[in-house]
């Protein structure tokens, strides 16, 4: 491990050294300012790559946070002659308030009504700093004091320049740690919908609130560098076109990666001055022409680079190392399964209706401790929706389902993973561009003490080595297991359809339940890969393990199953061993259409 951090290492080392030697240089004092402005416009782009890039949530209100941390150090500083560095805690309290009631509200959004969301809130913060009296409305608040460090007087640019860079670099780090955690894969899962992260127990509503009151923070801090900066603020740095200005930095680096932040920010701050000076002198007037210019090359950045710039590049610089899983770690604590023969699921005349369309019309079944039981029927039987309503994706019309004794008809799919219950998709849902290992480590979200609250500070401060160790050493041990062993590193995405398959049933299994859903394992299996699969369930049987699946693979339901369920139109038919259900008239009139 340590010859495959060495590159990225030597490059970071190699990028820092560069960086902090520029103000020591001889260079023009022009370049050094529109260095500082590229570190100030990164560090409020690098909230929009984790909100909009990794979560896939637009916002167009960034620059309004960073409005916050401005107003909030140049009001404390200059009225109540407060220090810069307790006006950055007091900023960084009121944008968290403020993050956190907007973003309860707006992040419950999601289509075109999520940007347009932001666009309201956004305005209204800027109407707010120009209107306030206090505030000196749009005239602003001048003679801000320098920022002073350990007895050091940061007036100069050159001086600022370095503060502003290190700040930058410890956000990019704490970005990266975090995206590289238990709680960073939840983030990352969000962009392919909230379906799978709620099935293996993630709060995606607050989850979603942490992001946006993490990016408002780094915006905040940007914001009271700039202050600081200037030595002065007025409102209009802080509208909505500096708000699309952000994310348009963000689309153009790369909305996906850490280090797009930085790339876009000097693509489009140096492009930006190079236009305001170039073409003023082409077309003989004075006029805002770069935006045009801007609009023309993002159409085509979005026709031929759809993720941005870094991509492209990144192939120049060493590449991060996977994420490992140690040889060996501390189990991580397993639930006690239930005696062999425990009633443990019952659906109780369950009915699910969309409309007057009845899906699943009165089914009652029952699952047994160390039972497989199949759930078959022809296709638009109503299986998937029966498992939906099993696992708290869908809410019961009527009727009832209990999970050992407790009704879990009214719970969210994450309350009811809590209590053993986990499954797979009959359409695969994986995170494309995470490694198969990765993939299979969000079904351990839950698994030990994790609290999602402190999980993201304890991420950025890597606090949490030991119980990443334990997750990822768990979810290697079920990779092996399902036979995916020699897979770990690869994107999941890569693998065939069948693997795919697989690598569902070793996140769930990651998931430690004691009652797991299947839906259609088999398909896209080969009969060797099926085979595999079936002396892993029969093994999973044996340990305890309660197993419901949908299948249409009727060889290998026959051979596996205890007893089954056949669903019709949304209706029970006929449930019993095997034998009894291959020899049931209803069941073969369902599905041949009656047999002399």
Not at 109 to 127: D, E, K, N, Q
Not at 317 to 343: I, N
Not at 387 to 408: A, D, K
């Amino acid at each position: 491990m340590t010859s495959q951090n060495n590159p990225q290492k030597k490059f970071l080392i190699a990028f820092l050294v560069v960086v902090a030697l520029l103000p020591a240089l001889p260079i023009p004092e022009y370049w050094i300012t529109l260095l500082n402005y590229i570190g100030l416009a990164a560090l409020a782009t690098l909230g929009l790559v984790l909100l909009t890039g990794v979560g896939g949530m637009t916002s167009f209100g960034q620059a309004a946070f960073v409005g916050v941390g401005a107003y909030t150090t140049a009001y404390l500083t200059t009225q109540l002659g407060a220090s810069p560095w307790i006006a950055l805690l007091a900023g960084l309290l009121i944008t968290a308030i403020a993050a956190l009631a907007i973003g309860m509200i707006s992040m419950r959004l999601s289509g075109h009504y999520l940007p347009l969301g932001t666009i309201a809130w956004g305005l209204a913060l800027y109407f707010l700093f120009g209107n306030f009296e206090f505030l000196g409305k749009y005239d602003g608040i001048n003679d801000i004091p320098a920022l002073t460090l350990a007895g050091i007087s940061l007036q100069s640019s050159r001086a600022m320049y370095c503060l502003i860079w290190a700040i930058l670099m410890v956000a990019i780090l704490s970005v990266t740690n975090v995206l590289r955690s238990r709680p960073g894969r939840a983030m990352r899962a969000l962009k392919s919908g909230k379906l799978m992260p709620e099935a293996m127990g993630v709060d995606t509503a607050w989850l979603k609130v942490m992001m946006f009151v993490y990016a408002a923070l780094l915006a905040c801090v940007s914001g009271w560098l700039y202050a600081h900066l200037q030595r002065a603020v007025n409102p209009t740095p802080f509208g909505i076109n500096i708000g699309i200005e952000y994310l348009f930095m963000a689309v153009v680096g790369g909305a996906g990666y850490v280090w797009g932040a930085i790339l876009g920010a000097t693509v489009f701050t140096v492009l930006k001055d190079v236009l305001q000076s170039v073409l003023p002198k082409l077309l003989g007037a004075s006029g805002n022409f770069e935006i045009i210019v801007f609009g023309i090359l993002l159409l085509l950045l979005l026709r031929h680079a759809r993720d941005g710039l870094w991509p492209l590049l990144r192939g120049l610089f060493p590449a991060a190392p996977p994420v490992h899983a140690p040889d060996s770690a501390e189990a991580l604590p397993q639930r006690v399964k239930p005696q062999a023969g425990a009633l443990i699921l019952q659906v109780d005349s369950a009915r699910k209706q969309f409309g007057g369309l009845v899906a699943v019309n009165n089914v009652s079944f029952d699952v047994r401790a160390g039972e497989i039981i199949g759930l078959i029927g022809p296709n638009g039987a109503g299986k998937s929706t029966t498992f939906n309503l099993v696992t708290g994706v869908l809410p019961v019309t009527s009727g009832e389902v209990r999970f050992c004794g407790e009704s879990i008809s009214g719970l969210a799919s994450r309350e009811i993973v809590k209590r053993g219950i986990a499954r797979t998709f009959q359409h695969v849902h994986l995170v494309a561009g995470m490694s198969v290992l990765e993939n299979v480590a969000i079904g351990g979200h839950l698994r030990s003490d994790f609290r999602p609250q402190g999980g993201i500070i304890a991420s950025m401060l890597c606090l949490n080595r030991n119980e990443e160790a334990k997750l990822l050493h768990e979810a290697k041990r079920q990779l092996i297991r399902v036979g995916l062993g020699d897979r770990l590193h690869d994107d999941a995405s890569s693998l065939a359809l069948g693997q795919q398959r697989i690598l569902e049933v070793a996140r769930a299994l990651c998931c430690d339940p004691s009652l797991l859903l299947l839906d259609e394992p088999a398909a896209g299996l080969r009969y060797q890969e099926k085979e595999a699969l079936a002396g892993l369930l029969r093994k999973l049987r044996s340990e305890g393990m309660s197993i419901l699946l949908v299948e249409h693979d009727m060889d290998f339901v026959m051979h596996l199953t205890d007893r089954l369920v056949v669903m019709e139109f949304g209706t029970k038919i006929s449930e019993g061993t095997p034998q009894h259900v291959q020899n049931d008239p209803v069941v073969l009139e369902a599905y041949l259409g009656g047999v002399d």
